[in-house]
């Protein structure tokens, strides 16, 4: 037990507060969702991997807590964007020379503005997001994940894409 | 370009990045990418920005998480295993829990009223049956020198001794104890134990003393000699009647008169010195009377005749 905590609490925790953009919010999901897979260890099938179903019930945490955070009117401050100072999204995202973006630029800037757009997405695109370009699973994890067809995880994953592009945009410039 | 096309074409761009796209649809995307410089534009900006997501910080989780883990967990495991045990007796438990505090109140009220039914009911057949219940008689010093008072010396104007001599004191006390307790007379009784007797002091109505006399039938075959003794009053002397039976008893308390019952005390007397005369060959009398012995400050024997009906009887247990 104490194996798999450790082996997937960072993976986990980092997803959750990238969705829940919250440290504390993330660290009691994070917790909360390996308290609810260890006591119900018995009834894995592996018909999943324990890693996708862990992420299955963290997820599912998640949102529920972030629709009820929406419902209450709170939000999390510590995402928000800086100043409008800066690099253009437009300049980084051009600059094809730049193997690691992040190295050149002001890091914290950069960080912040990415969050604040991710937060702005809708929960259901941002966590495919964080599920694909942050946490690095396959289509057909996100889909063990999600409990989606792979060809709906394909076309959400494209219009969060696309949505979060845009949100990107209207943050730095 | 319509917005479904360029969903469409954003969709394939997206799959492109991700490796996901079929041979048929990669080649029709490198043909595009090669004809449209805005297309590939895009993608660039696509891998960028997925770039820029996967060179986001990886934020580690709390230090002592894992602990936390394990610790919540041993917490609802507690939680859960208390409650289970509260809950074993599942579902058919809580239906009997339920029935069982349904019928507590129902059964609970109906008791109390049937208890107040009953003792409404039961009271007016006669004060003998509405007697309090057992409880021990307190006894008196026996080197106590203040005489007990009667519970109300001027109604105890009918006052005599009714003296049991026997071989079997201890059982005769016994039997005395437990008809005064049966007929709830421990409030109206005064005992004293002294070294050569017990000494039982009744201070009631005529018809309880009567009822008490009555039940220690058994008291007279246990005896060797019964003595009663109307005590003195103004003027007169103690009227003794040796080898009183039962019935002779309940004749002499039963007479309000006092004149009468010194008339008739002389008559049962006569009687039973008549009997023990013919029980004696050599005809001489049985022991001569004399005047009683008291543990006892009985009120003198006044009036008489006694309206009020309240008399003090007592009763002497002497060994042999």
Known sequence: ?173 | MSDKENLEKHELLSGYIDDQLSPRQATELKRLLNNNPQIEAELKALEQQRNLLRALPKESAPEGMAQDIKTALERRFILDHNCRHHDSAGRWGLVFRRLAATAAMVLIPMGMLGIVVYSIVRQPQGARDSMPPISPIPPIAANDPKPVPLPDEGAALYSALLQFQTRHPVQSRDFIEKKIHTLGLMDMTQIRPLSDRTSYKITASRQYVVGLIKDLQELWPQAEKATYALLPGQGREAVLVEGIDLKQTVDMLNLTDIKKAAQLARTFTEQNNQRNLSANPDGSPLDNPSQPILAWDVPPTEIEQDASDTICLVIEVLGL
């Open chain 1, 1 to 173: 037990m104490g194996r798999l905590i450790i082996k997937y609490q960072d993976r986990l925790y980092n997803a959750i507060l990238k969705i829940c953009g919250n440290p504390d919010d993330a660290a009691e999901l994070t917790q909360e969702s390996f308290v609810k897979v260890l006591e119900n260890i018995g009834t894995f099938r592996s018909q999943s991997s324990f890693y996708t179903w862990l992420f299955r019930v963290g997820i599912n945490l998640t949102l529920t807590f972030c629709s009820r955070r929406l419902r209450l009117g709170m939000r999390s401050l510590d995402n928000s964007p800086g100043g409008k100072e800066g690099l253009k999204l437009a300049d980084v995202l051009a600059d094809t020379k730049r193997e690691t973006p992040l190295a050149d630029i002001e890091k914290r800037e950069m960080i912040q503005r990415i969050l604040a757009a991710l937060e702005k997405l809708e929960d259901h695109q941002r966590v495919i997001v964080v599920l694909r370009d942050i946490e690095g699973m396959s289509y057909e994890q996100i889909a063990d994940v999600l409990q989606l067809e792979t060809g709906t995880v394909k076309s959400r994953l494209s219009r969060a894409r696309l949505a979060l592009r845009e949100l990107l945009q209207a943050v730095w410039i």
